[in-house]
């Protein structure tokens, strides 16, 4: 099945993207924390580690964190939602911290 995540801000055109792709030759594929709102996963971080993977073919490792449940934040999500990119991926690891009894 497969796995949607919404990024945090598009990539910066400022040669961090080659510089994060640098990072993962040797570090492998990233580990980016997520909430997730309304059935969908949001990036609350790693845009750029996001779009390397996306653009590699490579797994990213999901941590699913429990979301603000400020009502202002519903607007937060939806606006994100209309205006960034969709990576999807096939598969993902996913780690949900509340099955955990974390946050």
Sequence with gaps: MPCNVRAKHLPYEDGHLG???ADMDVAGAP???VVE???ELYAVEGSHRLAQAHH???TPKLVIEA???DDDRDGY???VAATLPLYEFPHAFVLRLSDFGGA
Excluded: A, L, N
Aim: hydrophobic share 20%.
């Design 19 to 21: 510089k994060v792709g």
């Design 31 to 33: 580990t980016i924390r």
């Design 37 to 39: 709102f309304d059935g």
């Design 56 to 58: 590699r073919g490579e």
């Design 67 to 69: 979301t603000d449940t």
């Design 77 to 79: 999500w939806r606006r």
